[in-house]
């Protein structure tokens, strides 16, 4: 009896160290980045000057692992990983026909993966510079050795935003924004973040300042309000020197400003709001609602009468920069969870 009381807590022992142990290591090779942090850039002789015209697009590519047939469990659905490499590789080829045509003089990626299981170890960042053609600055928000939930697991995750251009970019910096995971999520959870640039406005002292961000999703609206407090406070500073400041990405928020479309089901991701009045003095949102930014991922995309579906994605401008137009560009989710959204726009002398 002894003998077997003996083994059976060798047994119980052995289950429950390896998670305690696979749990010390996560911890111990935890993603941990700095306040701040340089990244690489290309520097290009393409210049700017008050008065020029400039066209932007914000696009989530949702690492090119959802295509209008996919669902995701965190939105509630059922899927995990996309159903090969190759739907992978046809979402981002799709992907990459999208930002060729519309043509941008700045694109801000988010969901670009590195070297991902889930996009099956694809260096999409470096796929989009070799079919657009302009170079890219890469900001890590996700990165983690191995995700072990749900079954199958997401396994090893290196993803983040990237921005590319062939504007004069003299600095690419890494803005850390606070973490909104508890602290039994934090090892294995996004490490957020903004992707700053600065590309000089020449004729003047003062610079273009664009922010490629992607805020969080999953949490409450304590900790949205944390983010944006940083994001607020940067381009605040910014402004104050005289800057034009650009930011777009994917808010994880509705606008209120918008009619946004109604939703067609309270069972899915339902995100938080944002109004200008929450923006620093001299700054405003530039959204449209022509066309859903997004949609959920509970189940398949069917049509934006019948799915639940969110405009969450789009630009907050200084007031040295002109407005031209606004757009939500419809490709009916054919490729990502998102729809891309273009900005034109004019830097006033």
């Known amino acids: 009896m002894k003998k077997v009381l003996k083994v059976i807590g060798i047994?119980?022992?052995i289950i429950i160290l390896i998670p305690v142990a696979f749990l010390a290591y996560l911890r111990i090779v935890m993603y941990d980045p700095e306040s701040t942090e340089e990244l690489e850039f290309s520097s290009s002789t393409r210049t700017i000057s008050a008065g020029t015209d400039l066209s932007v697009l914000s696009f989530n590519i949702g690492y090119a692992g959802y295509n209008k047939d996919e669902d995701f469990f965190m939105d509630g659905g059922k899927g995990v990983l996309p159903e090969s490499k190759d739907a992978v590789l046809e979402n981002l080829a799709g992907i990459s026909s999208i930002i060729t045509q519309e043509d941008c003089d700045i694109v801000f990626a988010q969901e670009v993966d590195i070297d991902s299981h889930r996009s099956y170890n694809i260096n999409e960042a470096a796929y989009l510079k070799s079919s657009i053609g302009e170079d890219y600055s890469f900001a890590c928000n996700y990165n983690v050795v191995f995700i072990p939930y749900p079954i199958p697991p997401i396994g090893k995750v290196n993803s983040g935003l990237?921005?590319?251009?062939?504007l004069n970019v003299t600095e690419a910096v890494r803005y850390a924004l606070p973490d909104t995971a508890p602290w039994y999520m934090s090892m294995g959870y996004l490490k957020r973040c903004l992707l700053v640039e600065r590309i000089p406005v020449e004729g003047t002292d003062h610079e273009l300042v664009i922010v490629n961000q992607h805020?969080?999703?999953?949490?409450?609206e304590v900790n949205r309000d944390m983010q944006m407090e940083v994001l607020c406070g940067l381009i605040e500073e910014e402004y104050e020197k005289g800057n034009y400041v650009l930011v777009g990405g994917d808010f994880n928020q509705a606008f209120a400003e918008n009619n946004n479309p109604p939703l067609r089901s309270e069972t899915g991701w339902l995100p938080g709001s944002i109004s200008a009045e929450e923006l620093p003095e001299?700054?405003?949102l530039a959204v449209s609602d022509n066309a859903p930014s997004c949609r959920s991922l509970e189940e398949p995309f069917t049509d934006n009468d019948t799915s639940q579906v969110y405009i969450i994605d789009g630009f907050i401008v200084s007031d040295n920069i002109e407005v031209e137009s606004v757009e939500i560009h419809d490709h009916g989710f054919e490729y990502s969870d998102h729809n891309p959204v273009r900005l034109q726009i004019r830097l006033k002398p």
């Open 11 to 13: 047994v119980l022992g």
């Open 282 to 284: 001299g700054f405003s």
């Open 215 to 220: 805020l969080e999703a999953y949490t409450d």
């Open 162 to 166: 990237a921005t590319y251009t062939d």
